[in-house]
T-cell receptor
Framework: GAVVSQHPSRVICKSGTSVKIECRSL??????MFWYRQFPKKSLMLMATSNEGSKATYEQGVEKDKFLINHASLTLSTLTVTSAHPEDSSFYIC?????????????FGDGTRLSIL | AQKITQTQPGMFVQEKEAVTLDCTYDTSDQSYGLFWYKQPSSGEMIFLIY??????QNATEGRYSLNFQKARKSANLVISASQLGDSAMYFC????????????FGSGTQLTVLP
């Protein structure tokens, strides 16, 4: 089945650091990937839709300059949390869909737990 | 705008029994997809089952079945013969008819299977 790899799985860093999270589709091409944020015991909140070769589409209320998204190839999208602060601590998870069929579900990475000290 | 409602924040079920997790949705689209995902405490999102809005038969995948009632706009997940490993958060989600097929998630149901 379709596999999405997300790295790193866990990050602990100091306030002010920029953190890059990678999302790779391992066995399929993904022209579109999605980035979500999830607070403890809450649902997934869509942050942005990442399109290969073009600018990401951000959801309302998501800071574009804070959460930089790059989708340089059909198998890789990156999310960079710039100058991270404690309020950015959260669980970030990406997903991608194989465009072979409109019925294909989104396949998720295993997520990244980000803790800013 | 699409909306997914899961009214059961938490559910308990005895091992080997069946359990139904409720999901209702609201959309103005004629074409849409409904999904269920399982999220264990480790965090990964595991796809369970899919139902298309034009599918006449209810979807089934092993112990999972989706009770799709289009007129009532409900898409309940039925888990038969519950196992301890089924304890997790379960999310109902809907995709829109746009090219990106964005997902809208419900608030989730925390299922606990009791031995």
């Amino acid at each position: 089945g379709a596999v999405v790899s997300q790295h790193p799985s866990r990050v602990i860093c100091k306030s002010g650091t920029s953190v890059k999270i990678e999302c790779r589709s391992l066995d399929f091409q993904a022209t579109t990937m999605f980035w979500y944020r999830q607070f403890p015991k809450k649902s997934l909140m869509l942050m942005a839709t990442s399109n290969e070769g073009s600018k990401a589409t951000y959801e309302q209320g998501v800071e574009k300059d804070k959460f930089l998204i790059n989708h340089a190839s059909l198998t890789l999208s990156t999310l960079t949390v710039t100058s991270a602060h404690p309020e950015d601590s959260s669980f970030y998870i990406c997903s991608a869909r194989d465009w072979g069929s409109s019925n294909q579900p989104q396949h998720f990475g295993d997520g990244t737990r980000l803790s800013i000290l | 705008a699409q909306k997914i409602t899961q009214t059961q924040p938490g559910m308990f079920v005895q091992e080997k029994e069946a359990v139904t997790l409720d999901c209702t949705y609201d959309t103005s689209d004629q074409s849409y997809g409904l999904f269920w995902y399982k999220q264990p405490s480790s965090g990964e999102m595991i796809f369970l089952i899919y139902q298309g809005s034009y599918d006449e038969q209810n979807a089934t995948e092993g112990r999972y079945s989706l009770n799709f009632q289009k007129a009532r706009k409900s898409a309940n997940l039925v888990i038969s013969a519950s196992q301890l490993g089924d304890s997790a958060m379960y999310f109902c989600a809907m995709s829109d008819s746009g090219s990106a097929r964005q997902l809208t998630f419900g608030s989730g149901t925390q299922l606990t299977v009791l031995p």
